[in-house]
């Protein structure tokens, strides 16, 4: 009698967690807790086997009939089985509607304290052949019998998938090899046979992650070779591969848990393996390659002095015609190069030149590692140059790098890597015959120089070819794009705007990517000065509207790398995943063929130069038709474009914007007015220079201090107002008034001030321009900057005009959140805060709802919880500012902080006004002088459309009378509108700097500021 089975097969189920990952379920819950995906899930039945393909029985006898695998998904753990139910025969069939309520409940006995979850599954069904098979007691049936029946023919798959990836460039589809991953799992007991199978699987998803690019396909290596490990910690090739798949991904994502568990593991291979075993110095390089990253990352000296150990005991076993003697040559040669940079010992620079030698002269020509090994020993050569000034040095390091371009084809991915390297020798080598005085030594160093007196111009060139490579990688071009533009300011004026337009269309591209981790804060603020180069240099040409755009693409795309915020790759895949997807494996692979760092593995059967440049030139021309296609999406048709003027005026609704950039190159202003889309009014700050403002910041800082709202500066403290003056006064006479007599603004006025919104650059950003002013005893009205505007700042015109968004019917009444935290563990009592929210409270009765919470209850939970339904937050606490933006925070209940980065992961729908009564809510970072990334004007990108924040400590007994004035104003409106608290704000200051009893210390009024509309 025959019988229909129905074989569930649920492709691509999505699931979203409702709640945030834990620990790790106890239990039948196979692997890890929480499932963590945007809203992808595969479940995976294992359909009914039969035997020889001849037989099949009833799975009645214990087990179900079939298994789903629930798993989960994040970008650093690859997809994984959380765990997995068994589903009876008559629980599947009939409807998916009548299916669905017990699917669910049989999820959630897979994780019943976890997530709620919402899915969709598609259903199909097939019939299987079936004949009476009596002569079977299927529920006497061993288990060792069923694992074999569901694991047959998984060894050999997966042997034949292994053998392919070692044929060719190889990319294999990521859902087929889960599947294989999870059959593994399920089908097999935990042993040594298991471990093999998964270290397999390993090896062939790190071919595939070669060829495609993906970080999903690392993650699964890296998951697969996890596996093995728990299945069999001691077998060293599993870990040694555990731990060079962790440092492959520590190098693309600059995980610290990555790198720290490479060394462990690599360690432990290292330990495992006796002396005399011929993958003792592959090993020991590996190890050597881990602590030598992660000094990178850390700066840990101990790293590296180990790093350089374990690299000389490889040189030491490996014998001179062993193919991988010259990559271990070059590590070592790289590590002593790193020490010496740290160190300075001449004896590293000198070994590391010697080491560099040797890989060059054990590579034969054609070998497409050579060039890398010339190129570092040019730069190797450059920098003892530096230190030394032996010309013979900078000679051969031209030389050195002239051959590491010849033997790499055009179209390579690491070709403009090298064109850079070579334009920096080049660059010394000329600046170095300009500094020459002595005839006779400029005529010798022309003749040794070979062509000396075309450096300028073959730098140049370099610098162009590499910035123009459309194979190359963005780091590196947008660094050649960066040093063209240099060079071009004195040497080929004409191309200067192409350098900054090359350099400035990458930065979009730098963000999603990804910059490095290591030096990311640097980057940023290389970038930061370009941006404000590029501007100087098209104001120089006149095209203002140019200057404008850059500078806004330029501080957006900066600010959301700061920030974590949402970049337009994200905003793609929403409306188009497959494209994303393409246009980041596309870059991906570009980025990461073109900056190869050392050597992992040595790599026996190395790709030629010639393929590796094919391969390269047909992902750039397939990656510029995915963003022509992406170009015409509705929505998208500037992606990765800057916003055009037509756009950016719109800032500039309801008063003028100035832009006051300041660049090496010229200070200007640059005004947008309302209603003038194409007229920018352009105001050269002639007697102003960068260097006059970052003097004036340094003088002013020693001044503020850099102390807490604990440390509110006493009553009785008297600032030295001479210099605080100076700084006022030179702000007045060298910006502020050129920029009043540009808008023509030029009669103080008593009330019904008009505003203005300010966007400094680079050091500007430390310095009060809204206190700009000259402030003698008996100074006349119409002598400072609040006699004629009211003044907000704003990070960038994009911020600005997201605050003039159409302010759509709120989800909610008023409402404000009051926050007071006096007492903060590890701080001094702050006594002002609980007058201060008194007065708020007072002034709100009868008219909005307070939220309240205090000491103790201002935890982080009630705190955010109250942020999401109050349109009006106010904090009076203490407020810290941190080297890493993102973690400068409001300091809550206890030891909690409060940080920016938590503010901005909020969803803030009622987001209107914020008020943080709380010290350096203004004050950027010095690290990152370009772009003062702080709290006030962090609250603006998560979503508040104004913002009152302080540039620096405020006193105790003016805080509680700033806010009361401030809430008094704002809510003797009906209704009240957050649109009047720069209006507030000014007013407030304004009666708390002419108070009877004289003018108070500049350091009471001046650090009140206001952001956005």
Same mark, same amino acid.
């Not at 060059?360 to 020509?365: A, E, I, K, S, W």
């Not at 403290?717 to 030179?730: H, Q």
């Given at each position: 009698m025959s019988e229909l089975e129905i074989v569930i097969k649920l492709h691509n189920i999505r699931v979203t967690s409702l709640t945030n990952p834990h620990d790790d379920l106890p239990g039948d819950t196979k692997m890890f807790a929480q499932l963590i995906i945007e809203e992808n899930i595969s479940l995976q039945t294992l359909p009914v086997a039969s035997e020889q393909g001849q037989r099949s029985w009833k799975l009645g006898f214990g087990c179900n009939m079939f298994s789903v695998a629930v798993l989960r998904q994040s970008v650093t753990g690859g997809t994984r089985l959380v765990g997995y139910v068994e589903i009876g025969r008559g629980e599947v069939l009939g409807s998916l509607k009548s299916n669905r309520p017990t699917l669910r409940l049989q999820l959630n006995k897979v994780n019943p304290d976890g997530p709620s979850l919402q899915f969709s599954a598609g259903f199909s069904s097939i019939e299987l052949p079936y004949q009476e098979a009596s002569d079977l007691d299927p529920i006497g049936m061993p288990e060792s019998t069923i694992t074999s029946l569901k694991g047959r023919g998984i060894e050999s798959e997966l042997q034949k998938i292994y053998e392919d990836s070692r044929k060719t460039k190889f990319c294999m589809n990521a859902q087929q090899l889960w599947v294989i991953h999870e059959r593994i799992l399920l089908c097999y007991q935990s042993n040594d046979n298991r471990a093999r199978l998964l270290n397999i699987l390993g090896d062939i998803l790190m071919q595939s992650y070669k060829g495609s690019g993906t970080v999903d396909d690392l993650n699964q290596a890296v998951c697969a070779y996890n596996d093995a490990v728990q299945d069999d910690s001691g077998h060293v090739i599993y870990l040694a591969d555990l731990g060079t798949s962790l440092l492959c991904r520590f190098g693309r994502l600059g995980g610290l848990e990555d790198i720290n568990k490479s060394g462990k593991m690599l360690e432990d291979a290292v330990q495992l393996t006796p002396d005399g075993h011929?993958?003792?110095?592959?090993?020991? #390089?590996?190890?050597?390659?881990?602590?030598?990253?992660?000094?990178?990352?850390?700066g840990d000296l101990s790293d590296i002095n180990k790093s350089v150990l374990l690299f000389e005991d490889a040189v030491q076993l490996t014998p001179d015609g062993h193919p991988a003697k010259p990559s271990l040559l070059n590590n070592l040669g790289n590590s002593l190069f790193r020490r010496f940079e740290r160190l300075g010992d001449l004896s590293d620079i000198n070994k590391s030149v010697l080491m560099f030698e040797?890989?060059?002269?054990?590579?034969? #020509?054609?070998?497409?590692?050579?060039?890398?090994?010339?190129?570092?020993?040019g730069n190797s050569l450059l920098s003892r140059f530096e230190r030394l000034g032996d010309l013979s040095d900078i000679n051969k390091s031209v030389l050195m790098k002239e051959d590491a371009v010849q033997l790499t084809p055009d179209g390579h991915p690491a070709k403009p890597s090298l064109l850079n390297n070579l334009g920096n020798s080049l660059f010394r080598r000329f600046e170095q015959l300009g500094d020459l005085s002595d005839i006779n030594k400029s005529v010798l160093m022309f003749e040794d120089a070979l062509g000396d007196p075309q450096d300028s111009q073959q730098l140049l060139l370099h610098y162009t070819l590499a910035a123009s490579s459309t194979t190359g990688p963005a780091s590196v071009r947008f660094v050649a794009a960066a040093r063209w533009a240099q060079h071009a300011q004195v040497h080929?004026?004409?191309?200067?705007?192409?350098?900054?337009? &090359?350099?400035?269309?990458?930065?979009?591209?730098?963000?999603?990517?990804?910059?490095?981790?290591?030096d990311r804060h640097h980057r940023l603020s290389e970038a930061g000065q370009l941006v404000r180069d590029a501007a100087s240099a098209?104001?120089?040409?006149?095209?203002?509207?140019?200057?404008?755009?850059?500078?806004?693409?330029?501080?957006?795309?900066?600010?959301?790398?700061?920030?974590?915020?949402?970049?337009?790759?994200?905003?793609?895949?929403? #409306?188009?995943?497959?494209?994303?997807?393409?246009?980041?494996?596309?870059? &991906?692979?570009?980025?990461?063929?073109?900056t190869r760092s050392n050597a992992v593995a040595v790599d026996t059967k190395p790709q030629s130069l010639q393929s590796i440049a094919n391969q390269s030139h047909a992902h750039a021309l397939q990656r510029n038709r995915v963003l022509q296609q992406i170009r015409e999406l509705p929505g998208f048709e500037r992606f990765l474009l800057s916003k055009p003027i037509s756009e950016l005026s719109l800032a500039a609704k309801m008063g003028p914007v100035a832009i006051v950039n300041t660049s090496e190159y010229g200070c200007d202003a640059l005004i947008l007015l309302p209603g003038l889309a194409n007229d920018i009014i352009h105001v050269p700050l002639h007697d102003f220079t960068i260097h006059e403002a970052q003097a004036l910041a340094e003088s002013l800082a020693p001044i503020v201090g850099n102390t807490g709202r604990n440390d509110r500066l006493a009553g009785?403290?008297?600032?030295?107002?001479?210099?605080?003056?100076?700084?006022?006064?030179?702000?007045?006479?060298?910006?502020?008034q050129p920029v009043l007599n540009g808008i023509g603004t030029m009669t103080p006025v008593s009330q019904n001030l008009g505003r203005i919104w300010w966007c400094p650059t680079g050091p500007l950003a430390f310095l009060p321009i809204h206190a700009a002013g000259l402030y003698g005893e008996n100074q006349a009205v119409g002598f400072k900057l609040s006699d004629f505007l009211i003044s907000?700042?704003?990070?960038?015109?994009?911020?600005?005009?997201?605050?003039?968004?159409?302010?759509?019917?709120?989800?909610?009444d008023l409402k404000l959140l009051a926050?007071?935290?006096?007492?903060?563990?590890?701080q001094r009592y702050i006594p002002g805060t609980q007058e201060e929210i008194k007065s708020i409270k007072q002034h709100a009765k009868d008219k909005i709802s307070v939220l309240q919470w205090d000491g103790n209850m201002a935890t982080i939970a009630n705190v955010q919880e109250g942020m999401k339904y109050s349109r009006w937050v106010h904090f009076a606490c203490h407020g810290v500012q941190s080297t890493s933006p993102t973690e400068s925070a409001l300091l809550l209940a206890g030891s909690s902080r409060l940080t920016l980065s938590n503010i901005i992961e909020l969803s803030l729908p009622n987001a209107d006004l914020a008020f943080l009564s709380a010290c350096q809510t203004a004050t950027g970072s010095k690290q990152l002088q370009d772009e003062s990334v702080h709290l006030a004007a962090g609250m603006l990108l998560a979503g508040y459309r104004g913002v009152i924040g302080t540039m620096w400590s405020i006193m105790n007994n003016d805080a509680p009378q700033v806010a009361s004035d401030v809430y008094a104003h704002l809510l003797e409106a009906s209704p009240p509108d957050s649109m009047r608290a720069a209006e507030a704000l000014h007013l407030a200051v304004q009666k708390l700097r002419e108070q009877p009893g004289g003018k108070k210390s500049f350091l009471h009024w001046v650090p009140f500021i206001h952001f956005g509309v």
């Open positions: 011929p993958d003792k110095s592959s090993r020991l #390089n590996n190890l050597g390659n881990s602590l030598a990253h992660r000094f990178e990352r850390l040797d890989a060059v002269q054990l590579t034969p #020509n054609g070998h497409p590692d050579k060039p890398g090994w010339l190129n570092n020993l080929q004026p004409s191309s200067i705007l192409n350098a900054y337009t &090359t350099a400035i269309e990458l930065l979009p591209e730098l963000a999603w990517l990804g910059l490095p981790i290591t098209a104001i120089a040409a006149h095209d203002f509207h140019k200057a404008v755009e850059w500078l806004d693409q330029g501080r957006s795309v900066i600010w959301g790398q700061l920030l974590n915020l949402r970049t337009p790759v994200d905003d793609l895949r929403k #409306n188009n995943p497959d494209l994303a997807d393409e246009l980041v494996s596309l870059s &991906t692979s570009l980025e990461t063929a073109g009785s403290y008297e600032v030295d107002m001479a210099i605080f003056s100076i700084i006022l006064s030179e702000l007045w006479v060298k910006i502020v907000s700042y704003t990070p960038s015109l994009t911020a600005l005009i997201q605050g003039f968004r159409t302010r759509s019917e709120f989800q909610a926050v007071s935290q006096p007492s903060a563990n590890g």
